[in-house]
Each structure stands twice: as structure tokens, then as C-alpha cells.
């Protein structure tokens, strides 16, 4: 088998400078474009391909540039998305590349959260950078997040903070007397629940199983949102109309998520009562 090397591949991402890598590149395998090993789903012989879905992590524009054969330069950008189903892949990263201005302004591919099924084979993982081909049968499952393209994980130890202060007013809230119809502590956790949500995006084109599972279903006498304010939690806002022996309200709710291990959690609640909708 005959092997080439092939100079010149930047990626602006390595320290802000252009960061000079050399390839080692098998020219038979016929996947050498310009200085780029593409793998794609015509490089694996017999299909290999599983069905699987994933969420867009990221879009990194101009993430890689190829210096040509025949002289000059492209720019790729890139998508990394991760791994929802198979199950036995969940976690798991794949970043895509895309000629840049392939991807429209308005995709989901650029959305954080938005969330895509297609057919892949994981072995082009072992055969170099993987290109939009690589993907079988691509369909977006829900839309995600509209311009919130470098929307990044949550700091640690600043979630820690707020996971930490909710579980303390639940507590509290345990032990106080009812204000306007809830404890005072659940009413203030509502609050801080609000304010974080204000700081993220509301999600759009919820599938009918994300609505399910955030109890975000739309429903008579419901109003109801997901805010994604990181990558890695969303928060639930969620008004209902109630009519009771002591008259009517509406019974306001914020609930916080946390992924972990690739399945969202429920990390603290908070709630008020109000005497009329407002926008959740």
C-alpha cells in the first residue's frame, strides 16, 4: 500500500495561532482530499451503518483549513455532535466537517440542542476526519436553539452553587409556615429559578417525547416553556390555571435540569401563585 505525506493542514483552534500538523495519509484508500483524510460512508466496503441520534454540541466555524493540492486554501467549518441513541454510544463525540458556506445561516446544524437522526457506521471514526457524507439519511428530529451558536457548558462550581442553594431552600421550605399559598423558600427558589432562565434561549420545535419529559405538554389551561441556558441545563417554566374551594389562580412553577451521563435530571424546583398569566 502506498502512503504519502501531505504538509500543511491550520486549525485556528490550537492557541489562536495557525497550528502547523503534518499527515501521514494512505493515498489508496482514495480519501485524500487536498491534505484532509475524509472518511465518509463510501470508505467502509459493505454498510456498517447503525441508526442513531444526536445532539448538536457546537458549531465551530472555519474550525479547519486544507491547504489545496493545486495551491490555495478551503475552510471547513465544524459541527460536534453528540451521541443520544445507540444507547451503548450515549456520550459519546463526533465532530463533522462542512465546506464552509455549505451550511445555511438558518440550520439547525448550527442550533445547540437541536437534535438529528441518521444512519452511521462508528468505524469511519478510525479513518480520519468525517465529512457531512459520513452521515446516512439526515433528518432533524427537533430544531434546538436559534442564535445561540457559541452557547457553552455550564461552570461547574457555579452550578454547584445553585444546585446547592435550591436544595437548601427546599429544606427550609419544609419548615415554614405558607405565604400567599407556598412557603416562603419555595417562592424565593422560584425566583432565582426565573432569573437563570432569563439569562438562556426558549427552545422551539420540542418533540412530542422532549415535551413529555420536561412536563412541558401543551394543555388547556397550561402555559408552558424550555429555556436551554447552557448546553447542559434547561430550565422548565410552566403556569397553570387552577380553581379551587378558595377561588382561582394561577399556580406558577420553574424546575431546573441537569445532564449528567447523558440523561437530564431534576435538581430543584420553585414555586409562586399570581392571579393571572404572564409570559412564562
Not at 459493505?46 to 495551491?71: I, L, N, R, T
Request: charged residues 20%; aromatic residues 8%.
Amino acid at each position: 500500500m502506498k502512503a504519502a505525506i501531505v504538509p500543511l493542514r491550520f486549525s485556528p483552534r490550537f492557541g489562536g495561532m495557525p497550528g502547523l500538523v503534518f499527515s501521514l495519509c494512505l493515498t489508496a484508500l482514495g480519501i485524500i482530499h487536498g491534505g484532509i483524510a475524509r472518511a465518509s460512508s463510501a470508505d467502509r466496503g459493505p454498510s456498517k451503518s447503525v441508526p442513531c441520534e444526536a445532539v448538536v454540541q457546537k458549531y465551530e466555524p472555519s474550525a479547519m483549513w486544507d491547504h489545496m493540492a493545486g495551491g490555495g486554501f478551503a475552510a471547513y467549518d465544524a459541527v460536534l455532535f453528540k451521541i443520544v441513541v445507540p444507547e451503548e454510544k450515549r456520550g459519546q463525540e463526533v465532530r463533522v466537517y462542512f465546506e464552509s458556506g455549505s451550511v445555511a445561516a438558518t440550520s439547525s446544524l448550527r442550533r445547540p440542542e437541536a437534535r438529528f437522526r441518521f444512519d452511521f457506521d462508528f468505524a469511519l471514526l478510525k479513518q480520519g476526519h468525517l465529512f457531512g457524507g459520513a452521515l446516512e439519511n439526515l433528518e432533524l428530529v427537533t430544531a434546538g436553539v436559534a442564535g445561540a451558536q457559541t452557547m457553552q457548558a455550564a461552570n461547574s462550581a457555579v452550578l454547584a452553587k445553585i444546585v446547592g442553594e435550591l436544595a437548601r431552600l427546599e429544606a427550609a421550605s419544609k419548615e415554614e409556615k405558607l405565604a400567599d399559598g407556598f412557603p416562603p423558600s419555595r417562592q424565593a427558589a422560584y425566583y432565582l429559578l426565573a432569573g437563570l432562565a432569563k439569562q438562556g434561549v426558549a427552545m422551539t420545535g420540542l418533540s412530542e417525547a422532549d415535551q413529555r419529559a420536561f412536563d412541558v405538554e401543551p394543555r388547556g389551561g397550561t402555559r408552558a416553556k424550555l429555556v436551554s441556558v447552557f448546553t447542559d441545563v434547561r430550565v422548565a417554566l410552566v403556569d397553570r390555571w387552577i380553581q379551587d374551594k378558595s377561588g382561582s389562580y394561577v399556580h406558577r412553577a420553574a424546575i431546573l435540569y441537569v445532564q449528567q451521563d447523558g440523561k437530564w435530571v431534576e435538581k430543584g424546583t420553585g414555586t409562586v401563585a399570581a392571579s393571572e398569566y404572564h409570559e412564562p
